[in-house]
């Protein structure tokens, strides 16, 4: 069974989280560690291509809990802004 996604079209993002924060995954940089779902379950899986894509479940999460995930990536592919679009991660 396929992961419900925040955005199918955008597997991997951006999505806006009702937080007002956009989350999303340079795929490009993706290596497929999985150290974001160590730290984020309910907001990552990895998709067919080992690139990580963002559940619908992401609102679950707290903001500072995502921000960890994306900071224990050791690409730093996960890009997060806040709600005026200053970037929050990576600086």
Do not use: H
Request: proline share 7%.
């Amino acid at each position: 069974m396929d992961p419900k996604l925040k955005d199918s079209e955008n597997p991997s993002g951006p999505v806006i989280l009702k937080s007002g924060y956009k989350i999303w995954v340079e795929r490009g940089l993706c290596i497929g560690a999985a150290t974001c779902i160590a730290v984020s379950p309910k907001v990552y899986v990895l998709d067919k291509e080992a690139k990580a894509i963002i559940l619908d479940s992401a609102d679950e999460d707290t903001i500072e809990n995502i921000i960890e995930s994306a900071k224990a990536c050791p690409v730093a592919a996960i890009i997060i802004e806040d709600a005026q679009g200053n970037r929050i991660f990576p600086k």
